[in-house]
């Protein structure tokens, strides 16, 4: 009954593959996140999605690529990996777009070798 | 200027001490504040808002000052349990989204 699940929770790959993670909110909410914390703990917003629509995108390599196939879902797919992309990656939700509660998945933790 | 910077510490205390974190913030339009928490290896959890006219939370309270730009934490009678880094949050207004600050890190010893 998590609220928000995130899977894998751990990803080890080599540089050049392509990699999915998943999210789903159980919440009912309308707005979902994707966020990275990279080695020096620094929490940056990459993309929000509100009602299965884009509506921030911020300033990420076109390598990452959203998909929110319903408002409970959305997943963060990257190609071609780079060593520079290793970090945790948080899924979060939130009741409505200007909603300031955040609920984050566990993270999934990338290592690129 | 950084938009929302903090002390990264750590910060360690023996239990039952009081413990205060400062925050400030660049954006002065910036409309709402909190505090997360995040343990190690866990995702961050809203800890509390922060009002204008300053609120308590249990050990907890938390202050703004929109004059001189900052936000304060403040933890009495500190646990061991308290032992995180502590995020602090401004939300910019309108559409943007939230920005996390790159946290305090609080170590409380027996």
Redesign the interface.
């Known amino acids: 009954d998590t609220a928000v699940s995130q899977t894998p929770k751990y990803l080890v790959t080599q540089m050049g593959n392509d990699k999915s993670i998943k999210c789903e909110q159980n919440l009912g909410h309308d707005t979902m ?1 994707w966020y990275k914390q990279d080695s ?6 990459m993309f ?1 999605y509100n009602n299965k629509e884009l ?2 995108n911020e300033t990420v390599p076109n390598r990452f690529s959203p998909k929110s196939p319903d408002k409970a879902h959305l997943n963060l797919h990257i190609n071609s990996l780079e060593l520079g992309d290793s970090a945790v990656y ?1 899924c979060a939700s939130s009741q409505t ?2 909603n ?3 609920f ?4 999934t933790q990338l290592s690129v070798l | 200027r950084k938009e929302v910077e903090q002390d990264p510490g750590p910060f360690n205390v023996p239990e039952g001490a009081t413990v205060a974190f400062n925050c400030t913030y660049s954006n002065s339009a910036s409309q709402s504040f909190f505090w997360y928490r995040q343990d190690c290896r866990k995702e961050p959890k809203l800890l509390m808002s922060v009002y204008s006219s300053g609120n308590e939370d249990g050990r907890f309270t938390a202050q703004l000052n929109r004059a001189s730009q900052y936000i304060s934490l403040l933890i009495r009678d500190s646990k061991l349990s308290d032992s995180a880094t502590y995020l602090c949050v401004v939300n910019p207004g309108g559409y943007s989204t939230l920005t996390f600050g790159k946290g305090t890190m609080l170590l409380v010893s027996p």
């Not at chain 1, 984050?104 to 993270?107: D, E, M, T, W």
């Open positions: 996140y020096k703990k620094f929490l940056k917003i929000s509506i921030i948080f777009v200007t300031e509660k955040l984050f998945g566990s993270g």
